[in-house]
């Protein structure tokens, strides 16, 4: 049957991806909305390829650029602003398929809305997720949303797991799941060069092409922090259940260790368009345009335990997911905000971590009862967070 798909962030490092994989498949999907926030260029390129029904952009200004850029390709597509707009085509009737792959806190109401919906969410936007857990799952089950992993660690678990694993991973024998993490560009750097890193540096990493702000998590392993709780929702498993294994090669995504000693792993090629292919066409199969693995190039496959020394923001998300409530939004809202700056060169690479952890210590982190609640922790976290860097500059200077 024919998928109608609306892809949030459609002109990202995911999104473009998904389109590569779309392309590749006509006969079953149909792109009927995209959005984009300041690529206008790209997405014009996009909708002419695609020709979407509806596009979405954040202001009036942007829509009135998109616009002229249509017309002098000879394009028709109807034009939505803002978060409005973004839960419009999350939400429409003929959509099928969302594909949540906005970066950051901002795709929360979108993804959520789709959810709400109850439509098939392939779910990117891991921070969507991490800020607002419990809720975010609650509400799939009353609408009776699918929701599928593209993250490739969750992807690989989900392959991974017995396909009636919603009945309980305890029942199935599952006693670990293993996430596994590259570690980043700064695995083997002495840690006294670590506050000498730049931008450039955080986000050059060693296998993956992604985002910028992903790519300084991967760096300091916030990323795999945020994987962390994005399991822990996922596949209702404890944080206690959940291990983090360094494989610098990034050919096995996740693992997945059973009551009787096995252990059942996904392997391929680090390509997101594998995870997206999965999704996409689950249950079947579909090709994604990555090459098969060639094992004897691969030659070594090799493990290590994570150093939280070099790595605290780890150790920040593991304490976050025990904390529970709403510790896990504070988590990922001075993370943003601290990211942003370091990216900005206003704080070094040091401070992301300990920001992080001077928001923890300070914000309220009670229960989080309501989307509501989610999204005030959101926004005094990240006022603190920035309160907190601005005070270390006028420190500084
Ligand atoms: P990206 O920066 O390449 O793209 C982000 C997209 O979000 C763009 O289309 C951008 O226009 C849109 N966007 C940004 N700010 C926005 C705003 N304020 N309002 C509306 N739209 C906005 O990021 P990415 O690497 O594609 O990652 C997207 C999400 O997928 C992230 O949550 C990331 O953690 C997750 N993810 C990415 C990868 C990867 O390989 N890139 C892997 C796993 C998970
Ligand atoms: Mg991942």
Same mark, same amino acid.
């Given at each position: 049957?024919?998928?109608?798909?609306?892809?949030?962030?459609?002109?990202?490092?995911?999104?473009?991806?998904?389109?590569?994989?779309?392309?590749?498949?006509?006969?079953?999907? @149909?792109?009927?909305?995209?959005?984009?926030? &300041?690529?206008?260029?790209?997405?014009?390129?996009?909708?002419?390829?695609? &020709?979407?029904?509806?596009?979405?952009?954040?202001?009036?200004?942007? @829509?009135?650029?998109?616009?002229?850029?249509?017309?002098? @390709?000879?394009?028709?597509?109807?034009?939505?602003?803002?978060?409005?707009?973004?839960?419009?085509?999350?939400?429409?009737?003929?959509?099928?398929?969302?594909?949540?792959?906005?970066?950051?806190?901002?795709?929360?109401?979108?993804?959520?809305?789709?959810?709400?919906?109850?439509?098939?969410?392939?779910?990117?936007?891991?921070?969507?997720?991490?800020?607002?857990?419990?809720?975010?799952?609650?509400?799939?089950?009353?609408?009776?949303?699918?929701?599928?992993?593209?993250?490739?660690?969750?992807?690989?678990?989900?392959?991974?797991?017995?396909?009636?694993?919603?009945?309980?991973?305890?029942?199935?024998?599952?006693?670990?799941?293993?996430?596994?993490?590259?570690?980043?560009?700064?695995?083997?750097?002495?840690?006294?060069?670590?506050?000498?890193?730049?931008? =450039?540096?955080?986000?050059?990493?060693?296998?993956?092409?992604?985002? @910028?702000?992903?790519?300084?998590?991967?760096?300091?392993?916030?990323?795999?922090?945020?994987?962390?709780?994005?399991?822990?929702?996922?596949?209702?498993?404890?944080?206690? &259940?959940?291990?983090?294994?360094?494989?610098?090669?990034?050919?096995?995504?996740?693992?997945?260790?059973?009551?009787?000693?096995?252990?059942?792993?996904?392997?391929?090629?680090?390509?997101?368009?594998?995870?997206?292919?999965?999704?996409?066409?689950?249950?079947?199969?579909?090709?994604?345009?990555?090459?098969?693995?060639?094992?004897?190039?691969?030659?070594?496959?090799?493990?290590?335990?994570? =150093?939280?020394?070099?790595?605290?923001?780890?150790?920040?998300?593991?304490?976050?997911?025990?904390?529970?409530?709403?510790?896990?939004?504070?988590?990922?809202?001075?993370?943003?905000?601290?990211?942003?700056?370091?990216?900005?060169?206003?704080?070094?690479?040091?401070?992301?971590?300990?920001?992080?952890?001077?928001?923890?210590?300070?914000?309220?982190?009670?229960?989080?009862?309501?989307?509501?609640?989610?999204?005030?922790?959101?926004?005094?976290?990240? &006022?603190?967070?920035?309160?907190?860097?601005?005070?270390?500059?006028?420190?500084?200077?």
């Amino acid at each position: 049957m024919m998928q109608h798909l609306t892809i949030l962030g459609a002109t990202g490092s995911i999104g473009t991806s998904t389109l590569d994989v779309v392309a590749r498949h006509p006969d079953r999907y @149909r792109v009927f909305a995209l959005t984009a926030f &300041r690529q206008l260029e790209k997405l014009a390129e996009q909708i002419a390829a695609f &020709r979407p029904t509806f596009a979405v952009v954040p202001d009036l200004a942007s @829509r009135e650029s998109l616009r002229l850029m249509l017309i002098e @390709r000879g394009v028709t597509c109807e034009l939505l602003v803002g978060e409005g707009g973004l839960c419009e085509v999350a939400t429409h009737a003929e959509v099928t398929t969302v594909m949540a792959a906005i970066v950051g806190a901002v795709g929360l109401p979108p993804t959520l809305a789709a959810v709400r919906a109850g439509k098939r969410v392939l779910l990117a936007n891991k921070e969507a997720l991490v800020m607002s857990g419990r809720l975010f799952m609650d509400e799939a089950r009353q609408s009776g949303a699918t929701v599928l992993p593209i993250d490739s660690e969750h992807n690989a678990v989900f392959q991974s797991l017995p396909s009636q694993f919603e009945y309980g991973l305890e029942e199935a024998g599952v006693t670990k799941v293993l996430l596994t993490a590259s570690g980043g560009p700064f695995r083997t750097w002495p840690i006294e060069q670590l506050k000498s890193v730049t931008p =450039d540096q955080a986000v050059a990493h060693p296998n993956w092409v992604m985002g @910028r702000k992903i790519s300084v998590d991967s760096a300091t392993m916030m990323n795999k922090g945020l994987e962390v709780i994005e399991a822990r929702w996922l596949f209702g498993i404890g944080g206690d &259940r959940i291990d983090v294994v360094i494989h610098p090669q990034s050919v096995i995504h996740s693992m997945v260790q059973y009551a009787d000693g096995s252990v059942v792993a996904q392997l391929g090629n680090p390509d997101m368009r594998t995870p997206i292919a999965h999704a996409l066409a689950y249950p079947q199969r579909i090709a994604s345009g990555v090459a098969p693995l060639d094992f004897a190039s691969i030659a070594a496959l090799t493990f290590e335990t994570p =150093d939280l020394n070099r790595f605290p923001c780890l150790r920040l998300a593991y304490a976050a997911l025990k904390a529970d409530g709403l510790a896990p939004t504070v988590l990922n809202a001075a993370n943003e905000i601290a990211v942003s700056a370091f990216l900005d060169r206003q704080i070094s690479y040091l401070d992301i971590a300990s920001t992080v952890e001077a928001v923890l210590d300070s914000c309220d982190t009670g229960k989080a009862e309501s989307l509501e609640d989610v999204l005030v922790a959101d926004g005094s976290a990240r &006022r603190m967070a920035q309160a907190f860097i601005d005070k270390r500059l006028r420190g500084a200077a």
